[in-house]
Each structure stands twice: as C-alpha cells, then as structure tokens.
C-alpha cells in the first residue's frame, strides 16, 4: 500500500497539550489522582443566562445555516464591543466574520493570506498551533526568540534582521498564551512600525484580552496608526466566558483583507452553529457578575501559583493576563520536557513542556491556573515536594 501521508503533514503532530492530556487521562483511568494544569480551559460551568440563551436559539428551531458571515445581530453587537472597548472601527456588514473558535479563524486567515514559500514571523515562546497552521500552508515558521528578562516582549532588532523579502506574516498573541504577559503600547507601537516599513501582515490573536488583572491594559494593535489595514483581529468567547465547547470567535479586518478570508472560511466550514451565535450576542449583550467573579478566581489562583514559584526560586514573569505562567526550571538540572514528564508519572501533576511552544523554551514549562483554586493548593504542595526531592539528590 502507498504511503498517504502527505510530506508537509510528518511535521504535523498533536500538540504536547493534548499529549500530555491524554496521558494524564491514562492515569485517572488507572485510579491515580491527577491535578490538570495542562490545559487552558476554565473549570466554570458557562454562565446561566449564555446557556439559557443557546437553550432558548435551540427551542426556537434556529438551526439553519446563517449568513457566511455570521448573523448580523451578533456582528453589530462586536463591532460595538470593538468599538468601545479596542477602539477599532469595524463595518458589520464587511469587516466582521464570526468563526468556528478562534482555531478556526487562525486557520482561515493564515491559509487565505499565505503562498507557499511564504515566510511567516513566529515568537518563541508563542502558542503551539501557529507553527502547524503555517506548515499545513505550505509556508515557513521563523521563531524570533523571546527572553524573560525583556518580559517576552519582541526582540526588535532580531525582528528586524529576521525579515527577507519572503516575510508576508507574523502572529502576535498579546496577552500571551504560555507567558501570561502583555505588550506594551509602546512595544507595539514600535513593532507596528517595522511592519509597516517592511509591508508585513499581522495576525492578532487576543483571545485572552478580557482576562487582565490590577492596572494592566490590554492594546489592539490594530487601533495604532496604520495597522487597521493591514491586521487580522481575532477574539474569542471561549476563555472569557467559559464558553469553549462553543466554539465561537470572530475575525475583524478591513474590507479588503475579509474579502479573501471570507472565501477561505466559507469553503471551511460554511458558518458558525446558529446557536452558538445567539449565546455569543447574549455574552456581549447581557451583563452578569458571573463575569467578575471568574476574574476575582483567576487572580486568587494566580497569586497563589506566582507565590509558589517564588518561594521556590523558579524563576518566572510575572503574569499580567490570561491564566498561565511559564517558569524556568533548569536550575533544577533538568529541560521542561524531564520536568514534566516526572512530575506527572511521580507526582499525578499534568504541566505542558516549553518545547511545546518553540525550540528555544525548552528549559520552561507552562502551567495553567484555569483549573479550582482547590486543585491549585493541592498541585502546589506537590510541586514543593517533587522541587525538594530534585535538591536533595543535586
């Protein structure tokens, strides 16, 4: 029998999250007691009045196809939250798509934007699809290293030296996923300029724009100067709302960049579920205090892990956002990947390998808060007793 498997999909793995899940469930199954800081999936039941509303789309036989582009209702209600809350001007009748996840929209835009050979700017450390998106595309990962000491912000100069005249993208994601940290209007604006001088298309991924914590400031990059037209905005319902199974995002770009993505989108998946789109305007539309305590939990837990991390001397930015933070563990003697593996298989604690998210973050690990502040106390006295038995035997 001839071998199948396209050339460019031997590179295509499953991630090292769902790896690790799964080994994890491997375990539970065999009765051993496993705390989840793998995934990044907020242990909250969505709030009442989402699901009431998607019960409510259900009952009402809304379950037909929409427009490509999403119901118009919901289109209008994101265009008022950009508005409003990332100062970006969208027209909800050509700017705005809604998409299956923000998955969904990574893959569109990236597929729809890219020949291949193109070369496509990825940070290092950043999340873990982007470089498989960019290889089912048939174009080039280039990892820009990120170091902690500068907040994992850009290495501008290595951004520069890193552009050829084959650089078509880059992916930003800010507030980060695996670092947790933000960057900065000034960073960003800096950034925008070398796009700019260079004529490099930005994907923005803000999934976790929403979940910010004290004074920190989230900025879209596509609200600085001439960046509207040339960013590919994408948000999503599925962390700020614990909406995940949803799978609801939106895509906001200017007329000329959606009128190609929208063909790449139709031809993937059509629309988004009509029911999911009504659970998503309620998101947008009806105020809860659900919302808040949410945040008011993921702050608790993020002081609780970063104090951990401290204590033990791991070294660790601090995180601003999201739910994730991404300590060093090498002065432990060990990569991320040896971490992670005993840690699970010795301690039934589930962390994700820094190798995950780039070549260069081998030495880290990214743990998620997203799981009970309960499950946080518990997987951090565990962590002091694997870190303690690493130094006793150094």
Same mark, same amino acid.
């Given at each position: 029998m001839k071998d199948y498997e396209p050339k460019k999909m031997k590179a295509i793995t499953f991630t090292g999250i769902r790896r690790v899940l799964e080994r994890a469930r491997q375990l539970e199954e065999d009765g051993q007691s496993v705390i989840h800081f793998e995934i990044g999936q907020p242990d909250f039941v969505t709030p009442k009045y989402i699901r009431e509303a998607a019960c409510a789309s259900l009952q009402a036989g809304n379950t037909r196809y929409t427009s490509n582009y999403g119901t118009m209702a919901l289109r209008k209600a994101i265009a008022e939250k950009l508005e409003k809350e990332n100062h970006i001007h969208a027209d909800p009748g050509s700017e705005i798509m809604v998409t299956v996840g923000g998955e969904e929209a990574m893959a569109a835009a990236v597929l729809a934007l890219v020949d291949a050979g193109d070369e496509v700017i990825l940070s290092?450390?950043?999340?873990?699809?982007?470089?498989?998106?960019?290889?089912?595309?048939?174009?080039?990962?280039?990892?820009i290293p990120l170091r902690e000491e500068d907040n994992?912000?850009?290495?501008?100069?290595?951004?520069?030296?890193? !552009?050829?005249? =084959?650089?078509? $993208?880059?992916? *930003?994601?800010?507030?980060?996923?695996?670092?947790?940290? !933000?960057?900065? =209007?000034?960073? $960003?604006?800096? *950034?925008?300029?070398?796009c700019i001088d260079h004529d490099i298309l930005v994907i923005a991924d803000e999934a976790y724009e929403r979940i910010l914590y004290e004074d920190h400031v989230h900025t879209s990059i596509a609200s600085l100067p001439g960046m509207w037209e040339r960013t590919i905005t994408i948000q999503s319902f599925s962390k700020s709302h614990s909406m995940c199974g949803f799978r609801i995002g939106y895509i906001a770009a200017c007329k000329k960049l959606m009128s190609i993505l929208i063909r790449v989108h139709q031809k993937l998946v059509l629309c988004a579920t009509a029911s999911s789109q009504d659970a998503a305007l309620a998101a947008l539309t009806q105020e809860s205090d659900e919302i808040a305590y949410m945040l008011e939990q993921f702050d608790k837990r993020r002081k609780l892990i970063y104090g951990t991390l401290q204590e033990l001397q791991l070294t660790c930015a601090y995180p601003q956002a999201a739910f994730y933070v991404f300590p060093n563990v090498s002065s432990l003697g060990m990569d991320g990947d040896t971490f992670c593996q005993r840690f699970l298989e010795e301690y039934g604690v589930a962390c994700v390998p820094g190798s995950d998210f780039g070549p260069d973050s081998k030495n880290n690990l990214r743990l998620s808060y997203a799981t009970s502040y309960e499950d946080c106390v518990e997987g951090m006295e565990r962590l002091r007793k694997f870190v303690a038995d690493i130094r006793a035997k150094q």
């Open positions: 290092d450390p950043g999340y873990s699809p982007y470089d498989s998106i960019v290889k089912i595309a048939n174009a080039v990962p280039v990892y994992w912000n850009f290495d501008l100069q290595a951004l520069r030296q890193s !552009i050829t005249p =084959k650089t078509k $993208l880059l992916m *930003l994601c800010t507030p980060s996923n695996p670092t947790g940290t !933000i960057m900065d =209007k000034k960073s $960003l604006e800096e *950034l925008s300029q070398i």
